[in-house]
T-cell receptor
Framework: KQEVTQIPAALSVPEGENLVLNCSFTDSAIYNLQWFRQDPGKGLTSLLLIQSSQREQTSGRLNASLDKSSGRSTLYIAASQPGDSATYLCAVRPMDSSYKLIFGSGTRLLVRP | DAGVTQSPTHLIKTRGQQVTLRCSPKSGHDTVSWYQQALGQGPQFIFQYYEEEERQRGNFPDRFSGHQFPNYSSELNVNALLLGDSALYLC?????????????FGPGTRLTVL
């Protein structure tokens, strides 16, 4: 059974710091992995989608990597800003159940001015 | 280009009642998925609709049912509400023909059961 874990559950950093959020999954048989941002009480905004054949994706100050064999992904945020404060969720699309996403519980990020 | 829309935004019901939530997919998308997100948790997959039929279902009881209309919009119905059904209900749309498409989420409906 696929399980997705995100560590740490919460993170507080000063503005300007570079930071890394971690996501691990137990079964490497996935089609892709997606990172989302969620502001309090709101829906999910897709940040990056990495297909299983890819190693990384970049968008602006965000870079996500995928190591499928080890069951790990990282989201790197460069030069963090207070506006980056939100919960970041990763989700995998498993090959044995390909129509659904399986989510981690998220990392709650606070960037202090 | 309108994204995924959901209605209502908030809803308060009492135990035992029934509720219907609505979702309109992003323009050009034909597939709708529903997720339940409890406070402090990641979303949990309820089911997905494609070509007006339930294509896959998660681990939710039969009290949760849905429908997809010819215009691809969808409804989620929950009968005999329990306190534990209080959550944010998210709708996601995609193009359902591949396993690699991006799912786009709506703003959600916050359901409170008293």
């Amino acid at each position: 059974k696929q399980e997705v874990t995100q560590i740490p559950a919460a993170l507080s950093v000063p503005e300007g710091e570079n930071l890394v959020l971690n996501c691990s999954f137990t079964d490497s048989a996935i089609y892709n992995l997606q990172w989302f941002r969620q502001d309090p009480g709101k829906g999910l905004t897709s940040l990056l989608l990495i297909q299983s054949s890819q190693r990384e994706q970049t968008s602006g100050r965000l870079n996500a990597s995928l190591d499928k064999s080890s069951g790990r992904s990282t989201l790197y945020i460069a030069a963090s800003q207070p506006g980056d404060s939100a919960t970041y969720l990763c989700a995998v699309r498993p090959m044995d159940s390909s129509y659904k996403l399986i989510f981690g519980s998220g990392t709650r990020l606070l960037v202090r001015p | 280009d309108a994204g995924v829309t959901q209605s209502p935004t908030h809803l308060i019901k009492t135990r035992g009642q029934q509720v219907t939530l609505r979702c309109s997919p992003k323009s050009g998308h034909d597939t709708v998925s529903w997720y339940q997100q409890a406070l402090g948790q990641g979303p949990q997959f309820i089911f997905q609709y494609y070509e007006e039929e339930e294509r896959q279902r998660g681990n939710f009881p039969d009290r949760f049912s849905g429908h997809q209309f010819p215009n691809y919009s969808s409804e989620l119905n929950v009968n005999a509400l329990l306190l534990g059904d209080s959550a944010l209900y998210l709708c996601a749309s995609s193009l359902g023909r591949t396993h690699t498409d991006t799912q786009y989420f709506g703003p959600g409906t916050r359901l409170t059961v008293l």
